[in-house]
Each structure stands twice: as C-alpha cells, then as structure tokens.
C-alpha cells in the first residue's frame, strides 16, 4: 500500500491548510470539493473571511517545514482513517495547538 503523501492548500496563493492523500489527483479532487470550500467560506480569520466565493485554490506538495508542521499536529490528533487536515493560519473559534511552518 502506497504512503500518503502531504500537500497544501493555497487560497489565492496564501498556504492555508496542510493535508495527506494518497495521490496529487486525489489530493485535488479533495480541494475541488464544494462542502470543503463551503466550509473554507464560512470560516474567519482575524474577522477576516478564510476564502472568497471567487477565491483561487490551488494544491501543491508540501515544503519540509510544512511537512514537519503536519507531523507535529498530526500526532496530537485523535486517530482517524480519514485525511488530517492542518491549517497553517490561525482560525477564529478554534482552538489549535500552535504551529509554526517557518521555525
């Protein structure tokens, strides 16, 4: 069985999320999903709102410091066979064990 591997989500070119798959087309599939960017859209930072109805969203493979900062959240998460999701930005409302994908 092939490893998962880790990529990120860019909305409108900021890295906001981190996640594994399997592949990049299920990777993209993943980020072309409606319910995700529903979610995405519902969601704030700063007051901000996280993405845009006209936002850009893009998927790439993940650096090393985005990997190490997966592995890092990924490991305080409960266990689940569904993909783990990290954000890389803070989000208002949730409370997120602090990341840093630049140290």
């Known amino acids: 069985m092939k490893a998962a591997q880790v990529f990120v989500l860019e909305i409108d070119g900021k890295p906001t999320l981190v996640f594994n798959a399997p592949d990049a087309d299920i990777a993209g599939a993943m980020c072309a999903d409606d319910l995700l960017r529903t979610d995405l859209e519902s969601m704030t930072?700063?007051?901000?709102?996280?993405?845009?109805?006209?936002?850009?969203?893009?998927?790439?493979?993940?650096?090393?410091?985005?990997?190490?900062?997966?592995?890092?959240?990924?490991?305080?998460?409960?266990a689940s066979d569904e993909p783990t999701m990290v954000f890389l930005i803070n989000v208002d409302g949730i409370v997120m064990i602090s990341v840093d994908p630049s140290a």
């Open 45 to 78: 930072t700063n007051g901000e709102s996280i993405c845009a109805p006209h936002s850009r969203l893009a998927y790439r493979p993940a650096s090393p410091r985005e990997i190490s900062a997966f592995e890092h959240a990924h490991l305080r998460a409960p």
